[in-house]
């Protein structure tokens, strides 16, 4: 288990490259898309929208410092802090890029942009090197010292 909690910041590094990347295509389009004489970017649906992306991006990236410098520094993870910092950000790619192909509308779902595909990817991070609910399984366990089932 202490291969595997020092092992899943990495994988939660790269669900937060997906997000953010999903995040940027979707700030970009919103910036330039024009509804209505005006870039989509000017309705408060759209840009909270890309301030919750963009508030769980960086504390997902966070998370994965955290458990990162934990691991290369030796010190234990006492509180699974690999297993949140994957969870979080596998869990923030998903949520991040689905809202990005939200944003984009009918062209969200077109190969023309990429967040059609990132939304895709996005799903492996929450299965591979355990799934999220393993991993709420395995800080459960960590912080309750209860064998919980």
């Known amino acids: ?8 910041p990495a994988v939660g590094a790269m669900a937060v490259g997906t997000a953010r990347a999903a995040y ?11 509804q209505f004489g005006r870039p989509i970017i000017d309705n408060q649906g759209v840009a909270f929208q890309l301030a919750d992306m963009r508030t769980r991006i960086d504390a997902a990236r966070l998370m994965v410092w955290r458990a990162s410098w934990m691991a290369v520094s030796g010190r234990p993870f006492e509180s699974a802090e690999g297993s ?8 923030t790619a998903k949520q991040v890029t689905a809202q990005a192909v939200q944003i984009l509308g009918g062209n969200g779902f077109t190969r023309e942009y990429p967040v059609e595909r990132m939304h895709r990817d996005a799903a ?7 799934t999220s609910e393993i991993q709420r399984l395995v800080i459960a366990r960590t912080l ?3 064998q919980i089932r």
């Not at 288990?1 to 899943?8: D, G, I, L, Q, V």
């Not at 949140?84 to 869990?91: G, I, N, R, T």
């Open 1 to 8: 288990m202490a291969t595997f909690e020092a092992s899943r």
């Open 24 to 34: 940027e295509v979707a700030l970009d389009y919103a910036k330039t898309r024009q």
């Open 84 to 91: 949140m910092s994957k969870l979080f950000a596998s869990e």
């Open 124 to 130: 492996i991070y929450t299965i591979f090197e355990g």
């Open 144 to 146: 309750s010292g209860v």
